[in-house]
């Protein structure tokens, strides 16, 4: 089998797709918490903490000088970004709590025996009308 066709049946397989699927809808799940976090959630801790806004906190390492840009560690940014870390790890631990106990329903239901073949039917009677010979 050639390379391309490996390639070919590795890219239009369903998992590759649904891989696809995920990423691009966690990306954009993850701007929603992002937007989220900045602009519902920080705002009244923000204003329970006296009118802070944890995007502007930072703490300046160097002064801007000229055309030079401050250097600045901006902690509060860091904070938001925890906060959409632990929303977004939360969503998904309850979204597979979810699929795993619809696994575990699924995989109590036990399956009906099957039915007996046409075989196994006249092995029965023949093996019945026997015992009652006797």
Same mark, same amino acid.
Do not use: C, H, W
């Given at each position: 089998?050639?390379?391309?066709?490996?390639?070919?049946?590795?890219?239009?397989?369903?998992?590759?797709?649904?891989?696809? $699927?995920?990423?691009? /809808? !966690?990306? +954009?799940? #993850?701007?929603?918490?992002? *937007?989220?976090? =900045?602009? %519902? $959630?920080?705002?009244? /801790? !923000?204003? +329970?903490? #006296?009118?802070?806004?944890? *995007?502007?906190? =930072?703490? %300046?390492?160097?002064?801007?000088? !000229?055309?030079?840009?401050?250097?600045?560690?901006?902690?509060?940014?860091?904070?938001?970004?925890?906060?959409?870390?632990?929303?977004?790890?939360?969503?998904?631990?309850?979204?597979?709590?979810?699929?795993?106990?619809?696994?575990?329903?699924?995989?109590?239901?036990?399956?009906?025996?099957?039915?007996?073949?046409?075989?196994?039917?006249?092995?029965?009677?023949?093996?019945?009308?026997?015992?009652?010979?006797?």
């Amino acid at each position: 089998m050639s390379m391309l066709t490996e390639f070919k049946e590795f890219a239009v397989k369903g998992n590759v797709v649904d891989m696809a $699927v995920g990423i691009i /809808i !966690g990306g +954009a799940f #993850g701007k929603i918490v992002s *937007s989220f976090v =900045a602009d %519902v $959630v920080m705002p009244p /801790i !923000g204003m +329970a903490l #006296g009118g802070v806004d944890f *995007s502007d906190l =930072a703490i %300046v390492l160097k002064a801007a000088e !000229g055309q030079t840009a401050a250097v600045m560690l901006n902690y509060g940014k860091f904070i938001m970004t925890i906060i959409d870390f632990t929303i977004i790890a939360f969503v998904i631990f309850m979204a597979i709590k979810g699929m795993n106990s619809l696994k575990k329903q699924e995989a109590a239901a036990p399956a009906a025996p099957p039915k007996p073949s046409a075989e196994q039917l006249l092995l029965t009677e023949i093996r019945d009308a026997l015992r009652g010979k006797k």
